[in-house]
């Protein structure tokens, strides 16, 4: 049992294997959090002690216990507007115009199986997962919240979402409906957050949290390249391999907000869920807003410790059952190969080299349909253009069959273009405000995802496509942010839902077509990793990470991506050199070692190459298919401390066996006369005895991980090493 409920203290336990999450309803019906961390014995509730804080009032049922204040106490959803004073969880307005919003508990309810979360992504659950759902209502209002904390003893989670029910007889307007709320009593958090921007997304930033409030979320319609909807809180001693690390990570892909606050006693409380910027929602009588599930985390083990059990969960509770242990298809990728300039001729002598290399799917890039021969017209009109192909997209994918390859195929379906039938049709259905020309970004409108109509052109639209061609693979692209998010079937008092129901849209077009085609891989994209969140992963096994495909840049975006997505998920290709975003040049085998940590596939021109870099290129392929397994399944660990001043960038993945490992290092910057690089291996079995492949040289697990291994000098740019290490 991993909840268990104390009938006589109300406390509420919630056991993973190295965790506990508690808390109490107390005798006033405010539920308090009492801890999460480390599993400990019995119950936390002597963590709080009370005292009389000036200008921290009362409840007015406690006006004789001074010390008794909704403003000091650690809470599970804080209220709004009745002396909580720091973050509120939920604001509501009511009919009356009161903003007040004061919960306590009603019951609560433990089961297997979890809520029902319409039209949302969630966690699969595991044969040990149960939930448990605390009911908190405000009977002046008429409001309920069902808290649901589902537990993943396996994983080391704790599934959080809230179900907020106008249990009144007027309409309530919502206008922040957080998915958790977690109150920290005591600690020294450093704030560890993933910034961006287009072609370098999920930067770590490690900060120390600042008394009052730090934010970070994304209103552009999308998680963002800018910030991804994951944070994690860390002792400010912790390392990647030591030190207490707690995640919080939301599990959507629409406009969010995580943010912290340190009150004046240095409590710290961490609230995430949707952006309420721009947000609101009309609950008629009955009706109900369920939010997105967000998965909370805690490792005694440092940031290592931590990301392992994101990237179990994500591997197993959120990556579809389809996609859990197939190895995914090396491809290659038309775009920086031909980008908008092609025919199929041409696109059948990159089949034909990639086949020769023992690539397995050629993905035919944007530039297929309609009018679009460059990134201005076209978007909405999913029909193949034959005379640019010069065939039908049939007979090109027949071809392609029969050389022995999969094919793929670009779909950007939530954008239409000025220029195309689909918005001449019907302009209605791009996002814009009345009376307003709506914001162009690569000259492309956004498409009004929460119609119902639109939702169903696009289906039809894309069965008609993947219907009269063999398809294996479709690349999800989503290239600008979101603006004038201003719906024209909406009325004027609901525009505030319109960005939600944009994602409730676009998950919809998602689950249908996969229920449709089970077998087919969805890539998701947005500009490289502008969605790359939880969200997208559990319709999309992968998501392509960047734009920036320069292996050296590549490193810093897939280092930071790592923190809380497991390379399986990571879309990485071996592009030419120089590289076309950064024309730096890098050497082959250092591009493939990068490319590896991820999906692995190429996205280069492979005419353009020599045949030694071709021979390379099949050698590169046959190591991948080697170490597949244990690179998507294996142990993963960032070998180097996130900006230690060091020139090499070093990372591994371990059988969880302990049978083996395979450890990567890149030179960042090559050094006349410099030290050896160096690091200390990870997760392998102390006693037991490994030898390194190509010699005969063994080394026991402790040498390894305690002594360290050094590696020989190499000169010229961004040289780099791959050792892989067998238990003999
Ligand atoms: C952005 C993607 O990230 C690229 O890989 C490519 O698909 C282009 N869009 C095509 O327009």
């Not at 306590?104 to 040990?128: H, N, S, T, Y």
């Not at 994209?525 to 992968?542: E, K, V, W």
């Not at 495909?549 to 590549?554: N, P, Q, S, V, Y």
């Not at 810093?556 to 076309?580: D, F, K, L």
Request: aromatic share 10%; with cysteine; charged share 25%.
């Amino acid at each position: 049992m991993s909840i268990q409920h104390n009938d006589q203290t109300h406390v509420f336990s919630l056991t993973t294997a190295h965790t506990l999450y508690q808390m109490k309803a107390d005798a006033n019906g405010v539920l308090l959090h009492l801890y999460y961390g480390r599993k400990t014995d019995g119950e936390m509730s002597y963590l709080i002690r009370m005292t009389d804080r000036g200008f921290s009032g009362n409840p007015y049922e406690m006006r004789g216990s001074r010390g008794y204040s909704l403003d000091t106490l650690p809470q599970e959803y804080s209220g709004s507007g009745v002396g909580d004073f720091r973050l509120p969880s939920v604001q509501t307005v009511s009919e009356n115009g009161s903003r007040s919003v004061d919960l306590r508990f009603v019951d609560f309810a433990i089961r297997k199986g979890r809520p029902a979360l319409r039209g949302l992504p969630f966690a699969r659950e595991a044969e040990d997962t149960e939930t448990l759902t605390v009911t908190l209502r405000d009977s002046v209002i008429g409001l309920d919240v069902q808290l649901n904390y589902r537990v993943f003893p396996g994983e080391d989670v704790i599934v959080r979402s809230a179900r907020i029910i106008n249990t009144g007889k007027q309409p309530l307007r919502l206008e922040k409906a957080a998915s958790a709320c977690v109150d920290f009593l005591y600690g020294d958090f450093d704030v560890l957050h993933f910034h961006g921007r287009h072609c370098m997304e999920r930067v770590p930033e490690r900060l120390r949290l600042p008394r009052g409030i730090a934010s970070f979320g994304s209103r552009r319609g999308m998680s963002s390249h800018h910030s991804n909807p994951f944070v994690i809180l860390c002792d400010r001693h912790a390392t990647e391999n030591a030190g207490d690390c707690y995640g919080c990570m939301l599990m959507y892909s629409g406009n969010h907000l995580e943010e912290m606050e340190v009150d004046q006693a240095g409590s710290t409380r961490l609230v995430s869920g949707i952006h309420p910027d721009g947000f609101s929602w009309t609950l008629a009588p009955g009706e109900a807003f369920q939010t997105p599930e967000v998965l909370l985390s805690y490792s005694a083990d440092g940031l290592n410790g931590l990301s392992r059990h994101y990237h179990d969960m994500i591997r197993r509770r959120v990556i579809a059952p389809r996609w859990q242990e197939d190895r995914r298809p090396v491809l290659i990728n038309s775009w920086e190969a031909a980008y908008f300039d092609f025919d199929a001729e041409k696109i059948l002598r990159f089949g034909r080299a990639a086949k020769d290399m023992g690539i397995e799917m050629l993905v035919l890039d944007d530039g297929w349909f309609g009018k679009r021969n460059d990134d201005n017209s076209g978007l909405g009109d999913w029909v193949v253009n034959e005379s640019k192909l010069g065939c039908s997209m049939k007979e090109l994918s027949d071809r392609i069959h029969e050389m022995g390859l999969q094919f793929g195929l670009w779909f950007e379906p939530e954008m239409v273009s000025e220029d195309s039938d689909l918005y001449r049709a019907h302009p209605d259905w791009a996002l814009a405000d009345p009376d307003r020309k709506a914001m162009l970004a690569r000259n492309q409108w956004v498409l009004d995802m929460s119609r119902q109509d639109v939702v169903d052109y696009l289906f039809d639209a894309m069965c008609a496509v993947l219907d009269h061609a063999k398809i294996e693979y479709v690349k999800w692209d989503f290239n600008r942010s979101v603006a004038n998010c201003y719906s024209h079937a909406l009325p004027a008092d609901r525009q505030g839902e319109v960005a939600h129901r944009f994602m409730l849209g676009t998950y919809q077009l998602l689950e249908r077509l996969l229920a449709r085609y089970p077998d087919l891989i969805i890539e998701g994209c947005s500009g490289g990793g502008g969605r790359f969140d939880a969200g997208m992963l559990y319709y999309c096994p992968q998501i392509w990470c960047s734009d920036d495909t320069d292996a050296i840049e590549r490193l810093e975006i897939q280092r930071g991506t790592s923190y809380g997505y497991p390379v399986s998920a990571m879309g990485s290709h071996v592009s030419a050199s120089p590289n076309h975003q950064t024309g730096r040049a890098v050497p082959l085998d250092t591009r493939g070692i990068v490319a590896q940590s991820g999906t692995f596939g190429y996205e280069l021109n492979p005419g353009k190459l020599s045949d030694a870099e071709k021979e390379e290129i099949k050698k590169q392929i046959a190591d991948y298919r080697r170490f597949a397994a244990l690179i998507a399944h294996g142990d993963y660990y960032r070998l180097t401390e996130l900006n230690d001043g060091r020139d090499a960038e070093a990372w591994m993945f371990a059988a969880r066996d302990g049978s083996e490992a395979l450890v990567n290092l890149v030179l960042t910057h090559v050094r006349a006369n410099g030290p050896f690089p160096f690091v200390k291996l990870q997760g392998l079995i102390p006693d037991a005895a490994y030898r390194l492949e190509g010699t005969d040289r063994t080394y026991t697990g402790a040498a390894l991980m305690y002594g360290g291994f050094s590696f020989p000098l190499k000169s010229g740019d961004y040289a780099a090493y791959q050792l892989h290490f067998t238990r003999i």
